[in-house]
């Protein structure tokens, strides 16, 4: 059975502060995406990693991929208010794709 | 880049009534389209897969006599609802796939339904 397991699935933090999210996948997977939703909106992409090793960023936000390990990991570095949102790993294989649960980000003044 | 969009945006139905979601791909050709269904405070779930041409093909649970899909062209999809309930109140989302970069989808706005 195909799974994805994001952690943790709520967090809040402090302006400033440094976190990570893990994201764990079951099966061998072509590629990871990571999308961030705002409350009532649909998904913007925010990373596609291909391959083992994979690292890109973009502002505050760093994704990486460790196909070995079924891992990625989405880390925000300094956290300002604008990243509160709720982020999702998605692992694609062929052409399914299969959502992890989410991680709700609370980024407090 | 690839745009996809979604109409209606909201839609509020009584009970027993049908409703007709349409997802569009603006700039590309869309050889395949995911339509999802979220609750509140839940991850997206996968209701079926469409493939232009051909029929959809749902996930396990979900009713594809209830829920009409159709992809008549590489740039248009439909979901219907039939004969809604409350419980078929929810947020749809579809996306497309198929565009420059074949690897990606891309998600509409959505469709926030309630049905009443």
């Known amino acids: 059975e195909l799974k994805v397991e994001q952690n943790p699935l709520f967090l809040s933090m402090q302006e400033g502060k440094n976190y990570t999210i893990y994201c764990n996948y079951s099966?061998?997977?072509?590629?990871l995406y990571w999308y961030r939703q705002d409350p009532g909106k649909s998904l913007e992409s925010l990373f596609v990693?291909?391959?083992?090793?994979a690292v890109k960023q973009e502002g505050r936000l760093m994704a990486s991929l460790d196909t070995k390990a079924r891992l990625s990991t989405l880390h925000i570095t300094a956290a300002v208010h604008d990243l509160s949102a709720t982020y999702f790993c998605v692992f694609n294989t062929g052409n399914q794709f299969y959502f992890g649960t989410g991680t709700s980000l609370t980024v407090i003044p | 880049g690839a745009v996809v969009s979604q109409h209606p945006s909201w839609v509020i139905c009584k009970s027993g009534t049908s409703v007709k979601i349409e997802c569009r791909s603006l700039?590309?050709?869309?050889?395949?389209m995911f339509w999802y269904r979220q609750f509140p405070k839940q991850s997206l779930m996968l209701m079926a897969t469409?493939?232009?041409?051909?029929?959809?093909?749902?996930e396990q649970g979900v009713e594809k006599d209830k829920f009409l899909i159709n992809h008549a062209s590489l740039t248009l999809s439909t979901l219907t609802v039939t004969s809604a309930h409350p419980e078929d109140s929810s947020f749809y989302i579809c996306s497309a796939g198929g565009a420059k970069n074949s690897y990606e989808q891309y998600f509409g706005p959505g469709t926030r339904l309630t049905v009443t």
């Open positions: 469409s493939n232009e041409g051909s029929k959809a093909t749902y």
């Open positions: 700039d590309f050709q869309a050889t395949t």
């Open positions: 990693l291909l391959s083992n090793g």
């Open positions: 099966t061998t997977s072509d590629r």
